[in-house]
């Protein structure tokens, strides 16, 4: 029932054939479906009371043998409402869908659930990514969950180190590059070329986009077929906006949507190529040679998956923004204390965009907004230390802690009104 087909030229391949780019044109792969098939599988299953997670939307994924899933418990990440947060930024609506409350700690664990469970149907013994770390991370996590062989190429002394240790103890081969992200997928695209049996699960394997599209699926869900007017999202290799834009779009071909929101891609300011293009109103983008952030997971200059961000960003009506460090160091700490949120620099992308989305006046304050968060602010704790103020550090007596709290000079209750 479901197919490959190029997103130009439209050259269909079976879907169990290993293939990246089309032999035609070269262009990027998606998968399609017979929709009418799709609309009588939902009639038939009991979809809407399975609670949320990527499988409860299995009858539009690209698996044929449900037994062989792949799992960790992914999808069915928090939908919150940020009611403290609306106030600093000026708007009235925001919703903040938290992706790093996913099993290893990213959205990317949406798309390996299901492209990992490919691999296994594929009957393949061995899987490659290159990656700024999330990646590596949950394809290690999935690989070993399988019980396969896993390589991950990471660029040398560039990823946070949380990201780093989760993909060396679930036993992936990490090695590190002398280079940036971008040189690593091209080793791994060759490699993957050269050696069918070496299976490549970076984002443009689009049976990795069919489990990231339910995340715009929860989106919908979370907000009771409410369409919001607009998603915002940090861009990096650009296959997550690309995901989120086709899953609204499927859900809204079924008449589960009644209207599509505006897509809204923030990229760090190093390393923006589709924010340019969008800007420019071009219909390529010119790659970054030497990508800068601090926001290591968004560190990319050649965004494999570009055309289908352009595609996304423009058919939606949307748009594309950037943020300094400063813009992201600064939204990463508003949204930790504020809502209680903690999220890596890259997540922290979508609501830096926000706010100078909002300041610039192109968001209207009375937008209905959902900003997406990527991943856990602890894959990343080194950031978070340098830039909170140091703990201080007393005697292991009560006193000195009385000193600090200012407990010895006024009334207990009025010290106590003070710090609620
Ligand atoms: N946010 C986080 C936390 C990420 O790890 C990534 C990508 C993105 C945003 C951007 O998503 O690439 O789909 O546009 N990380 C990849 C990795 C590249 O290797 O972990 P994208």
Redesign the pocket.
């Known amino acids: 029932m479901a197919y490959q087909e190029c997103i130009n030229c439209r050259e269909k391949y079976d879907i169990n054939e290993i293939i990246y780019f089309c032999r035609k044109c070269g262009d990027l792969l998606e998968i399609k479906y017979d929709y009418n098939k799709i609309n009588e599988e939902l009639s038939k299953s009991n979809w809407q009371n399975v609670p949320l997670s990527v499988w409860r939307y299995r009858d539009f994924m690209p698996v044929k043998d449900f037994s062989k899933i792949v799992s960790l418990n992914e999808g069915g990440t928090g939908f919150h409402h940020s009611r403290r947060l609306c106030k600093k930024v000026g708007i009235e609506q925001l919703y903040v869908k938290n ?1 790093g409350e996913n099993p290893t700690g ?3 664990d949406r798309g390996m659930t299901v492209g990992v469970t490919k691999a296994v149907e594929l009957g393949v013994k061995s899987v490659i ?10 394809l290690a996590a999935y690989a070993a969950r399988a019980g396969l062989e896993c390589t991950a190429l990471i660029p040398a002394g560039k990823i946070a180190y949380g ?1 780093l240790s989760q993909a060396m103890i679930y036993g992936a081969k990490v090695i590190q590059v002398q280079g940036n ?1 971008d040189e690593s997928l091209e080793i791994v695209l060759k490699l993957s070329e050269k050696y069918k049996s070496i299976y490549l699960l ?2 443009i394997n689009p049976f990795r986009i069919e489990g ?1 599209k339910s995340l715009g699926f929860e989106i919908c869900d979370q907000l009771n077929q409410k369409t919001p007017d607009r998603i915002i ?11 989120i834009w086709k899953g609204l779009k499927e859900f809204h071909k079924l008449g589960l949507l009644q209207e599509l929101p505006k897509m809204t891609g923030i990229q760090a300011a190093g390393s923006a190529p589709i924010v340019h293009a969008i800007k420019n109103n071009s219909d390529t983008i010119v790659p970054i040679d030497s990508p800068e952030t601090v ?1 290591t ?2 560190r ?1 200059g050649a ?1 494999v ?1 570009w055309k289908k ?1 352009l595609r996304a960003i423009r058919e939606s009506n949307g748009t594309a923004e950037t943020v300094t460090d400063e813009e992201i160091l600064e939204a990463q700490k508003l949204l930790a204390k504020t809502e209680g949120l903690f999220v ?1 620099p ?2 922290a ?1 979508s609501i830096a965009g926000l706010k100078k989305l909002v300041q610039q006046g192109q968001i209207d304050k009375d937008e209905y907004i959902v900003c997406v968060t ?2 856990h602010g602890l ?1 990343d704790p080194d950031i978070a230390v340098k830039m909170s103020k140091k703990p201080i550090e007393v005697k292991a007596q009560i006193d000195a802690i009385e000193e600090i709290l200012g407990l010895n000079k006024q009334s207990p209750l009025a010290i106590s009104g003070e710090i609620s």
């Open positions: 992706e990213s959205f990317k990514c290159a990656s700024t770390g999330n990646t590596s991370a949950s990201k992200f970076n984002s990231q999202v940090p861009v990096g290799n650009a296959g997550n906006i690309s995901a926001a997971a968004i990319i965004p998956s961000a890596e890259a997540s992308s990527t991943g894959k």
